[in-house]
């Protein structure tokens, strides 16, 4: 069974230019993530879709930053415009339910999206 | 509001030396307390987890017992291999009951 789908695996942009990231989740799952990665911090939530639904955006800094589900599948996360504290891994995860104290709940991870803005 | 404390790394050991990684969590409530492993160039993997005090979680030759007297879940694990060389997380599931609050990180590096 395929994993969580990220692509591109690397993206090197110039400041104030937009960008993409893409999450295919794996077959079946309801609940996606999007969490940020720091240098040398753990990852931390970005969103949290439940089918094409939004539940928890409130760490999502909407004045540059916009996710979308459409069709409960895939997900696209977008910047822009990108400024050079951007810089990160944003990573996917994807669950069978919401939550993670359960079997179904648990989280499998995408290998991430590498962004360099310059 | 709700987090978890890791040891700082590297922590550098040889082969089928014993392994211990701290972490200590701060969450209003009962929370759940999961440790992820990244292998090098790869997601983000459960390794274990315990959803209630005194229980232990294994997994591949490592355990974590949930001890709620001293908020801790400590990753110990007897006798390393080189194969274990990843970054280590801890994490808990937060009030809201689906958002995982992850550690820093732990970088082990095995030699054999």
């Known amino acids: 069974e395929a994993g969580v789908v990220q692509s591109p695996r690397y993206k090197i942009i110039e400041k104030k230019q937009p960008v993409a990231f893409w999450c295919n989740p794996i077959?079946?799952?309801?609940?996606l993530y999007w969490y940020l990665q720091n240098l040398g911090q753990g990852p931390e939530l970005l969103i949290r879709?439940?089918?094409?639904?939004?539940?928890?955006d409130s760490q999502l800094p909407k004045d540059r930053f916009s996710a979308e589900r459409l069709k409960g599948v895939d997900s696209t996360l977008k910047i822009q415009p990108a400024e050079l504290g951007d810089s990160a891994v944003y990573l996917c995860?994807?669950?069978?339910?919401?939550?993670?104290?359960?079997?179904?709940?648990?989280?499998?991870f995408g290998p991430g999206t590498r962004l360099l803005v310059l | 509001g709700d987090s978890v404390t890791q040891m700082e790394g590297p922590v550098t050991l040889s082969e089928e030396a014993f392994l211990t990684i701290n972490c200590t969590y701060t969450?209003?409530?009962?929370?759940?307390l999961f440790w992820y492993v990244q292998y090098p160039g790869e997601g983000l993997q459960l390794l274990l987890k315990?959803?209630?005090?005194?229980d232990k979680g294994s997994n591949k030759g490592f355990e974590a017992t949930y001890r709620k007297e001293t908020t801790s879940f400590h990753l110990e694990k007897g006798s390393v291999q080189v194969s274990d060389s990843a970054v280590y997380f801890c994490?808990?599931?937060?009030?809201?009951?689906?958002?995982?609050?992850f550690g820093k990180g732990t970088t082990l590096s095995v030699s054999s």
């Open positions: 315990a959803t209630k005090a005194d």
């Open positions: 969450a209003t409530g009962y929370p759940s």
């Open positions: 994490a808990l599931s937060g009030q809201a009951g689906t958002a995982l609050i």
């Open positions: 995860a994807s669950s069978a339910g919401g939550d993670p104290t359960t079997s179904l709940g648990t989280q499998y």
């Open positions: 077959s079946g799952h309801n609940t």
């Open positions: 879709y439940e089918n094409e639904e939004a539940v928890d």
